[in-house]
């Protein structure tokens, strides 16, 4: 059996519970200043594989997440690109639906050796109609049109803190905050609560 990195639209790992923003009509053109947009990361302190208490990135990590027909399957890959000037992991999700391929991205994330904070450097998307490619919404790399990298997961929790995710005005703008740090959920696999040493981690992508 794999290890498992966990991706939902809560965020919840170790009692913490992060919520995304009330989504709008259109994407944000710009950053709102109530929400931090700059992280104070060097380059050269940033790895393509490592975890915190609430992310792992290194590869082989896998879920498997079904309901009904529709089936995402989440793998850390042993494949690496480099974004911005920076070595990042690539992390695929591939999206079926009655055993049709819906979408294929592969997500770019490093994490930092001195505060183990997960950092998001962008998205290549495919999505299928019909077993063809019919399009490529929601896809970004920092450094390209404006795209700055986002925070996907702190490695030091603090609670009330909120953050961007994505910084990819007009095309994606996630952000999250920390309402909870003492939360249980109930899932068909069990309790999710604190991890234990070395175990599972938990992280989100809102479109």
């Known amino acids: 059996m794999h290890n498992k990195?966990?991706?939902?639209?809560?965020?919840?790992?170790?009692?913490?519970?992060?919520?995304?923003?009330?989504?709008?009509?259109?994407?944000?053109?710009?950053?709102?200043?109530?929400?931090?947009?700059?992280?104070?990361?060097?380059k050269g302190e940033l790895s393509a594989s490592g975890r915190n208490p609430y992310f792992i990135l290194e590869p082989g990590y896998q879920l498997v997440l079904e309901e009904g027909k529709e089936r995402l399957t989440v793998t850390v890959l042993d494949e690496t690109r480099m974004v911005e000037g920076v070595e990042t992991r690539v992390l695929e999700e591939r999206e079926t639906k009655a055993g049709?391929?819906?979408?294929?991205?592969?997500?770019?994330?490093?994490?930092?050796?001195?505060?183990?904070?997960?950092?998001?450097?962008?998205?290549?998307?495919?999505?299928?109609?019909?077993?063809?490619?019919?399009?490529?919404?929601?896809?970004?790399?920092?450094?390209?049109?404006?795209?700055?990298?986002?925070?996907?997961?702190?490695?030091?929790?603090?609670?009330?803190?909120?953050?961007?995710?994505?910084?990819?005005?007009?095309?994606?703008m996630d952000r999250a905050e920390i309402v909870s740090m003492s939360e249980t959920v109930k899932t068909p696999a069990g309790d999710l609560g604190a991890p234990a040493a070395g175990g599972g981690g938990v992280g989100s992508e809102v479109i």
């Open 5 to 42: 990195i966990v991706w939902l639209p809560i965020l919840l790992a170790a009692s913490l519970l992060a919520y995304s923003g009330p989504e709008t009509p259109a994407v944000e053109q710009a950053a709102d200043a109530s929400w931090t947009a700059e992280f104070p990361v060097e």
């Open 100 to 172: 049709k391929l819906v979408e294929v991205s592969r997500n770019y994330f490093a994490i930092s050796k001195r505060t183990n904070s997960a950092f998001y450097f962008g998205e290549e998307v495919d999505a299928y109609k019909d077993g063809k490619v019919a399009g490529h919404e929601g896809a970004w790399l920092a450094g390209v049109k404006g795209a700055r990298f986002g925070l996907m997961m702190p490695g030091q929790v603090l609670l009330k803190g909120r953050y961007y995710q994505e910084l990819a005005p007009g095309v994606a």
